[in-house]
């Protein structure tokens, strides 16, 4: 019996739908076909709008690996491994783990201890949020051991502020562009009648991303500047709290020329439905969906939440800004209804990447890595002050209420 190498990715999540599903289902994919027995678990727990994962993953949703493992005792810590290990078998020096964020990026090194084996942190997230020295510091033996890549240079940035990277440090590892697109029949929007509209413009992406908020009111500026044209205003994507597509709905029914449609989360986005629309305006891996194909593309800062400029046009980044100029997305939606058909003609489609080509420097990096067996002591890492306050709150209040205290205030914080 050939024993079969493993590969586990542990995800923020893998449910509803956006770029870091779209690349952990790719990943998963490549893996297997690869030869490897593939799994995924994942913290947040919803509908799972990529349902050909389960063609390419076992999956199981845990979510204390979304909670820092000190806000646990080592106790329910073990108690975690272990449902983990029951799911996955026994693994080896030859296991491979993946993890995509801080709380999972822990949870691997516990993990990959437990094994023998290796945990690389691979952070997708486009902003870190809050990094007490304890995270630092883990993150800066992980750059020691070669264990820690990301998409951008911005996010190593975030890591570790000004420090200069180290000089042999390769930190990014590239990701396909997504694969979300189908040519498939549709009837989404038929009865929209897009002839009726001056503009007609489409958002990809999560609703819960920190930019939606400034994106929304910058739509709504554009509308209000030009209340003599009509617009239509399509979103695709969703958000894990239902109450902001109520109040996305909300927020713009005081304004009469701009009707509006959230679609929700759509898999295989229709390809003929794309071409309907004159104008997007989105982020990272989302803008691409539209901007490859020629289509006028907006792309958004993810630190600024302003526009970078026009996808192909004016640049070609679509997370994080270089010396583009800092505009409001509302000045360039003016820009691009002003300058359509040159812009339009200078557009072109580009070519589809070959994702074995890019994944295969995934594999080289994990196959040809040296493997210190140092594993950082994740036990022992102090809690700063809101860590400790959320460890009175989940070992006092349980878990139930830690996840709505948590959801309604940390996140906040």
């Known amino acids: 019996e050939i024993k079969m190498k493993k590969f586990i990715l542990l995800s923020y999540t893998i449910s509803r739908m956006g770029g870091g599903q779209m690349y952990q289902y790719n990943k998963l994919k490549y893996m297997k076909k690869m030869g490897y027995d593939t799994y995924v678990l994942y913290a947040i727990p919803g509908k799972i709008v990529i349902t050909d994962y389960e063609n390419v993953s076992s999956q199981m949703c845990i979510e204390d690996i979304n909670v820092f493992p000190g806000v646990l005792t080592h106790n329910q810590v073990n108690k975690v491994l272990k449902k983990i290990k029951v799911f996955v078998g026994e693994g080896d020096s030859e296991t491979v783990i993946e993890a995509c964020n801080k709380p999972t990026a822990l949870w691997g090194e516990l993990l990959a201890a437990r094994f023998g084996c290796t945990c690389f942190n691979f952070i997708i997230d486009e902003r870190i949020g809050s990094l007490d020295q304890s995270i630092v510091d883990f993150f800066k033996h992980k750059r020691k051991v070669h264990e820690l890549r990301g998409i ?210 995934h594999l080289d990096y994990y196959l040809n890595h040296v493997h210190t067996g140092m594993y950082y002591d994740v036990m022992s890492m102090k809690l700063d002050k809101k860590k400790k306050v959320e460890k009175i709150i989940y070992q006092c209040l349980g878990k139930k209420m830690y996840d709505k205290i948590r959801t309604f205030v940390f996140s906040k914080m």
């Open 152 to 361: 951008k240079k911005e996010t190593y940035e975030m890591i570790f502020g000004n420090t200069p990277a180290v000089d042999d440090y390769e930190y990014c590892l590239s990701i396909p562009g997504n694969n979300v697109v189908q040519d498939c029949s549709t009837k989404l929007l038929e009865d929209i009648g897009f002839e009726r509209f001056d503009y007609s413009i489409a958002t990809i992406g999560n609703l819960n991303k920190d930019y939606v908020p400034t994106l929304i009111s910058e739509v709504k500026k554009s509308a209000a500047q030009n209340n003599e044209k009509t617009y239509f205003y399509c979103m695709i994507g969703d958000s894990p709290n239902l109450d902001d597509m109520e109040r996305i709905k909300a927020s713009f029914s005081a304004i009469s020329n701009i009707t509006v449609k959230l679609l929700g989360s759509v898999y295989p986005i229709p390809e003929k439905l794309l071409y309907k629309f004159d104008l997007f305006i989105s982020s990272a891996g989302s803008a691409r969906v539209s901007g490859d194909r020629a289509i006028p593309t907006i792309t958004i800062d993810a630190r600024d939440f302003q526009s970078i400029g026009i996808y192909q046009y004016e640049t070609n980044n679509t997370v994080f800004r270089d010396s583009e100029a800092v505009i409001p997305i509302s000045e360039k939606m003016e820009y691009v209804f002003e300058h359509y058909d040159e812009i339009k003609s200078a557009l072109y489609e580009k070519t589809k990447d070959d994702f074995d080509k890019l994944f295969e420097l």
